[in-house]
């Protein structure tokens, strides 16, 4: 599966941004699509997830805050950021799940500022 991540950026803290992966093949088809984010020294962690029944998890430092859908007619999985934080601050990345493979789209920086 091919990814394309876009949507990143520069905001203040409250702000909001939405992030946007456009898959190769439909969004509904794949097992479970991830985002993920990386910041600078750290490790990649996941953030949020849905299922291709539509169940969604977080990770608890973005519950209320992010959320995940699949938008069906840009064939999209969009990550809407709200009231971001500096720690939300990293690249963010895209990850699709099938059963006999993963894929990464490239990475969008998000940079929130205090």
């Known amino acids: 599966v091919q990814l394309q991540a876009s949507g990143g950026g520069s905001v203040q803290a409250g702000g909001s941004l939405t992030l946007s992966c456009a898959a190769s093949?439909?969004?509904?088809?794949?097992?479970?699509m991830e985002w993920h984010r990386q910041a600078p020294g750290k490790e990649r962690e996941l953030v949020a997830s849905?299922?291709?029944?539509?169940?969604?998890s977080y990770r608890e430092s973005v519950k209320g805050r992010f959320t995940i859908a699949r938008d069906a007619a840009k064939n999209t999985v969009d990550l809407q950021m709200n009231n971001l934080k500096p720690e939300d601050t990293g690249v963010y990345y895209c990850?699709?799940?099938?059963?006999?493979?993963?894929?990464w789209g490239q990475g969008t920086q998000v940079t929130v500022s205090s």
């Open positions: 849905i299922g291709i029944g539509g169940d969604t």
């Open positions: 093949r439909s969004v509904f088809n794949i097992n479970v």
């Open positions: 990850h699709s799940v099938l059963i006999d493979r993963n894929d």
